[in-house]
């Protein structure tokens, strides 16, 4: 089983960035691909950004060129940095990650950008 605990939510300023981070109990190095996806109010679950064993990664067009996803093997975590927030960006951020073919979540982490 893979344990993930988000961190780096809160309250931030249209434009401005905020970073969140997710720590893994299992080796990430063990893991296929880590993602982050996310859920606002009324709407479904959707990708934000994945990254895989091999440090490829793919973003949603909404974010492309404004967040940033990365994986730390020695840490065993997998963050996201996120610059020029925007309101529509509000939701609740949920850690994924693969291992051997079964998906693990998250309980997620709020952010919510004010205009």
């Known amino acids: 089983q893979v344990q993930l605990v988000e961190s780096g939510g809160g309250l931030v300023q249209a434009g401005g960035p905020l970073r969140l981070s997710c720590a893994a109990s299992?080796?990430?190095?063990?893991?296929?691909?880590m993602g982050w996806y996310r859920q606002a109010p009324g709407k479904q679950r959707e990708l934000v950004a994945r990254i895989t064993s091999f440090g490829r990664t793919n973003y949603a067009e909404s974010v492309k060129g404004r967040f940033t996803i990365s994986r730390d093997n020695a840490k065993n975590t997998v963050s996201l940095q996120m610059n020029s927030l925007k309101p529509e960006d509000t939701a609740v951020y949920y850690c994924?990650?693969?291992?051997?073919?079964?998906?693990?979540w998250g309980k997620g982490t709020l952010v919510t950008v004010s205009s």
């Open positions: 994924n990650a693969d291992w051997i073919g079964i998906d693990y």
């Open positions: 299992r080796s990430t190095s063990s893991l296929n691909a």
